[in-house]
Every structure is written in structure tokens, then in C-alpha cells.
């Protein structure tokens, strides 16, 4: 059974920073893309980045180019959301999220907050 744990949020002052973590277990990151998505006070859910399984792709949503960067360290079976710059706009829940045999898994997700 997949699972992914995040970490790594918390509140912070506009322009400040955080990294976030996502743990996976119960299958081999290695051959997976990964996705960080948010989810903000009466919004959609959005993707935010998302890094290929070999990690030589990445994307990211227009609002935050330049800002977060997507990583991943297969040994350790985590991937992370360096995120630099931060806005009062990138106030919401991070979840992290992959695709195993067609199914969709998330996990519990982790609440950032900016604010001063």
C-alpha cells in the first residue's frame, strides 16, 4: 500500500522560506513522477510542481517559477518543495501525490501559513 507522509510546514513570514518533505513507502519511488499539490481556504486543489521518476523533468504552476524548486532523493524515498520567497497567496495545505497502478495516493498533508 503507498504511502506518502508530509512535513515540514508551519508559519512564516512573508519572503521567508520553507522546505517541505514527503516520505514515501509501500513502493519503489524510483519509478514514479511526484506531484506537490495545495489546497487554500475555499479553492481547488492545485498542482504546484511535479518532478519526473528519474528527476530530469520538472514543472511547475506559473505562480511559483522561480520561487520552489522540486527535488527527490530516491534512496531516501522523499522528495521535497524547497520554497523561497514565500507570499501570503501560498498560504494552504501541501499535499504530496502519486500514481500507482493507476491509482491515485495521497498523503495527510502539511499546512504552510504566511503571514507576518
Known amino acids: 500500500q503507498p504511502q506518502l507522509v508530509e512535513s515540514g510546514g508551519g508559519l512564516v513570514q512573508p519572503g521567508g522560506s520553507l522546505r517541505l518533505s514527503c516520505a514515501t513507502s509501500g513502493f519503489t519511488l524510483d519509478y514514479y513522477a511526484i506531484g506537490w499539490y495545495r489546497q487554500a481556504p475555499g479553492k481547488e486543489r492545485e498542482l504546484v510542481a511535479a518532478?519526473?521518476?528519474?528527476?530530469?523533468?520538472?514543472t511547475y504552476a506559473d505562480s511559483v517559477k522561480g520561487r520552489f524548486t522540486i527535488s527527490r532523493d530516491n534512496r531516501k524515498n522523499t522528495v521535497y518543495l524547497q520554497m523561497n520567497s514565500l507570499k501570503p497567496e501560498d498560504t494552504a495545505v501541501y499535499y504530496c501525490?502519486?500514481?500507482?497502478?493507476?491509482?491515485?495516493?495521497w498523503g495527510q498533508g502539511t499546512q504552510v501559513t504566511v503571514s507576518s
Open positions: 518532478i519526473s521518476s528519474a528527476g530530469g523533468s520538472t
Open positions: 501525490n502519486t500514481r500507482v497502478s493507476g491509482r491515485p495516493s
